[in-house]
């Protein structure tokens, strides 16, 4: 039995979700959201209330179950609200900065590192930080991977590209004799 998947969804004031055989599609003041979905799992609305249940008793109606109950809460949070996930960034010579719809990072490489921002999210940079912010929480977490992916931190001077909540296990350096 899923945890996730027994909960009972409360859809927020001014949100709108129309489910399909293949589409659950999320409308509220702040974006539109949908996602695919599969007859394993079946998702019921009742008044503004959602609710979970596996159509069969096999592994794959199991394991999703909770997937999706999972998906559409962060979808109904992603309506009304945005997602953030904040990025630092610690080197001699690291920088980046925002033109227009790319990411460019000097990052100790020979060249440039550019990278387009997906449609949706908005991205500012600073000196040391990058914040990103979208309504939906699977495009956000994916781009700030994707970015902290191109140079990741190293354990004895802590240089590179790091989430904000995330610390750096350092490890000490060679000794001399």
Request: aromatic share 6%; charged share 25%.
């Amino acid at each position: 039995m899923s945890r996730v998947g027994k909960q009972i969804l409360n859809i927020p004031q001014g949100v709108t979700v129309t489910i399909t055989p293949t589409l659950v599609t999320v409308k509220g003041p702040k974006a539109e959201l949908s996602r695919p979905v599969i007859d394993a799992v079946e998702i019921k609305q009742e008044g503004n209330m959602l609710t979970f249940n596996p159509r069969r008793n096999d592994k794959l109606a199991r394991s999703l179950w909770g997937t999706y109950a999972a998906h559409v809460k962060a979808m109904l949070h992603g309506a009304t609200a945005t997602f953030e996930k904040k990025l630092l960034i610690e080197g001699v010579g690291f920088k980046w900065e925002v033109k227009g719809k790319e990411l460019h990072m000097a990052l100790g490489f020979s060249h440039p590192v550019v990278m387009p921002i997906p449609e949706g999210l908005t991205v500012t940079a600073d000196k040391q930080s990058l914040t990103i912010v979208g309504s939906d929480k699977e495009v956000v977490g994916l781009f700030a991977n994707k970015v902290r992916a191109k140079k990741k931190p190293e354990p004895y001077k802590g240089k590179g590209i790091r989430y904000s909540t995330e610390t750096i296990l350092r490890k000490q350096g060679k000794k001399t004799a």
